[in-house]
């Protein structure tokens, strides 16, 4: 008698690459691993852009993409797609963050947000100042102001994790809650500042789709595929305003639910009950596999009812957005050509040390004394866990602007010169900062591994 399938030895091709995918599954959750394709996405641009094959980079880019049926059609560069659509699902992850964190997160009250609000604040005004003494002057370059003012959140993060568990979980929280923070001004910065003249003919287009999304939110639609075509119409709807495309993003993300869906049976029991079904049906060999069909899909249905919708499709994106959008915006944007940078035209050398400087000096000064003051002020106190150290830590590796940095000054400048002065700003401190931050960090945790050794060392016996 032969066996059942199941049962029967794996093929060791089979063996082989399931552990291959797990291992890589293992990466994938792994926040330093992103920071590093990431980075490793920035070195691939710069040498592209500066090898004998550079016209090829800037061709690929410059390509045109067409998008459309029948006689509507939408042509724009490959450059277009990535950054004004692809990026909007970046957009949408940090809008679910921030939607997450002030329901029941470091941003929930202003207790907790009080210290990261002001680190954040601090971080932002600071390197503004710092870019304007040294760009103020002149109407162009003045443009650029909130260059330095981001944080790329998952370089950040990546950077500290590198450091180890060594560094208290609190000093990651106010990381995160600080990047979060500083996310939330940053779009406020971009829908203000950087959106131009606005058509109002769109805002028309745009409330559509906000009204589709909350008309699908009050019958209990779940499934996230349902949000595509209301996403699009908003995100034509703010194309056709002037203003960036990519905070539909922000948008839809804000308006993800934090709660699961109302439905007429507990989860839990529906799951329970569709399992239930599945094994006894699946005794049954001879029936096939067809009976199996209906408890299956209860089960995908319950679920996806068991998770909060804001926890649910972040964590389904957050991979794509890691390793895919971030990567190849990556990859887009950071091929600076060194030899195209003219630093001797009117303005560039100015811009490329006040991104720099504000970066490396202006973040770490005024996330430490925004922080500081709120504390001696008595608005907040410091985390448990988190030191005077920690709080440099963090300071440190907030200037690394990255990906938000580039995003902006690619809406701040027109001028070539200007947008390759600063994007090599923003590049060669965010180096910096990631560099100083690590060692920094390394001192700091050397510290704490002292202090706890100390802890733990037995009282010694007095005779």
């Not at 639910?257 to 839990?268: A, D, I, M, T, W």
Request: net charge positive; hydrophobic share 55%.
């Amino acid at each position: 008698m032969s066996r059942h399938p199941s049962r029967q030895a794996l093929p060791r091709a089979q063996i082989l690459a399931e552990r291959a995918f797990s291992t890589l599954e293992r990466f994938l959750h792994i926040e330093a691993f992103s920071g590093v394709v990431l980075l490793l996405a920035a070195a691939i641009a710069l040498i592209w852009a500066n090898s004998p094959a550079a016209h090829s980079y800037h061709a690929l880019w410059h390509a045109p993409v067409t998008l459309g049926i029948g006689d509507y059609v939408f042509t724009q560069t490959l450059h277009f797609w990535i950054n004004d659509a692809l990026m909007t699902v970046f957009f949408l992850v940090v809008g679910m963050e921030i939607r997450r964190e002030i329901h029941e997160g470091a941003l929930a009250s202003l207790q907790l947000a009080a210290l990261p609000l002001a680190a954040a604040l601090g971080g932002v005004v600071v390197p503004a100042l710092i870019f304007l003494a040294l760009n103020g002057s002149d109407p162009l370059q003045r443009q650029g102001w909130a260059v330095p003012t981001a944080t790329d959140i998952a370089f950040a993060v990546g950077v500290l994790a590198l450091l180890g568990k060594s560094i208290p979980g609190t000093v990651r929280v106010f990381l995160l809650a600080l990047a979060i923070i500083d996310d939330i001004v940053a779009v406020l910065i971009i829908a203000l500042f950087y959106s131009g003249g606005l058509d109002y003919s769109g805002l028309l287009v745009a409330a559509v789709g906000i009204a589709m999304v909350v008309g699908l939110q009050r019958i209990g639609v779940g499934s996230a595929y349902a949000y595509v075509v209301p996403g699009a119409v908003l995100w034509v709807g703010l194309l056709q305003t002037g203003a960036h495309p990519t905070l539909a993003g922000v948008v839809l993300g804000m308006m993800t639910p934090v709660l699961p869906g109302f439905s007429r049976e507990r989860p839990v029991e529906v799951v329970g009950r569709a399992i239930k079904d599945i094994c006894e049906r699946a005794e049954d060999a001879s029936a096939g596999p067809q009976p199996l069909v209906e408890p299956l899909k209860r089960l995908r249905r319950a679920q996806r009812d068991l998770m909060p919708p804001v926890t649910r499709v972040q964590m389904a994106l957050h991979p794509w957005v890691a390793f895919g959008v971030m990567p190849l915006f990556a990859l887009a944007n950071a091929g600076v050509s060194l030899g195209g940078v003219n630093l001797d035209a009117s303005g560039a050398w100015s811009v490329l040390a006040g991104v720099m400087v504000a970066l490396v000096v202006g973040k770490p000064v005024g996330v430490i004394a925004a922080s500081w003051l709120a504390v001696r002020l008595g608005w907040c106190r410091l985390p448990p866990g988190v030191s005077w150290s920690g709080v440099c830590v963090v300071g440190l590796l907030a200037g690394i602007g990255f990906t938000m940095s580039i995003f902006i000054a690619m809406l701040a400048f027109t001028d070539e010169n200007l947008l390759g002065a600063a994007k090599l700003g923003v590049l060669l401190g965010s180096l910096v900062a990631a560099v100083i931050g690590i060692a920094w960090g390394r001192v700091y945790a050397r510290r704490l591994r002292q202090q706890a050794g100390r802890a733990a060392a037995p009282a010694p016996v007095v005779g």
